[in-house]
């Protein structure tokens, strides 16, 4: 089991650690929140993007620092940072690893209710394969879930119109937006090759066009690393993101079904402290 031989190899290392099992969706941010109550200085995400997010949501403000142990799926954040998958590399992490810090996104949707996210946050199509995920498709095939999801969502998924505005900017219609604030997507792929998570803002990938074999040609194009250089699609800078329409448009941050637009996103107010890999190791 990868997590035991991350606490074996932790306890060789002379770090003793907590284990404290999530058992609903939400419960890493309230594990993190009690943990930050007990002055807890590191709290651990065991698992993937969207438990990462959780756990960044629960510390989000405090002094306490973000450690990764990748264990789920897609790990794009954990690539992102060029942490280490193996579970004794990743644990030797966080017993000896840098302090960084990374700078977190902060979606609001129209009720007031506000989520954090780490990486990237998406609406139109991306979102509506997640939202339509079977949990149990996800376990049995991994990553391999998300293109048999993808294959069903495209005959059904009537892309409607999404409103754009980056800044101050003039609004623009999209059929489908990614807010990132790193390069990866999905795993390893490309997506915005000049994006650093260490920095304030945002790139936004536009989708002007819809439609299920344009669908197609980006999920053919995202494993290549040629979807950044499709004419099909723009990337801009923004520090504020204003997405709105007339329909119901899913989003999704890090992976996780995360509500309906209307969405603002802005920078979280403060930076996240995590552990990285000693440079030139």
Known sequence: MLLRRAMDTLV???RAADLAETTAPGHAT???QDAVRRGIPLVVAAGGDGTIAEVANGIAGSAATLGILPFGTANVLAWELGLPRGPEAAAAVLAGGRTARIHPGLATW????????VQMLGAGFDAAVVHGLPPG???GLGKGAYVLQALREMPRYSFPRIGVVLDEGPA???????VTKGRLYAGRHLLAPDALPDEPGFRVALFPRGGA??????????PLDLLPRLSGMALRRAGRIELTTDAAVPTQADGDAAGHLPVTIRDA?????VLLPVLGR
């Open 172 to 178: 623009i219609e999209v059929a489908g937006a990614i």
């Open 213 to 222: 074999w344009r669908a197609a040609l980006y999920g053919a194009a995202l």
């Open 110 to 117: 129209r009720d007031g209710s506000q989520r954090l996210f």
């Open 12 to 14: 060789r290392l002379g």
């Open 30 to 32: 309230w594990l993190a």
């Open 137 to 139: 498709l996800k376990r």
């Open 269 to 273: 107010p403060a930076a996240i402290a």
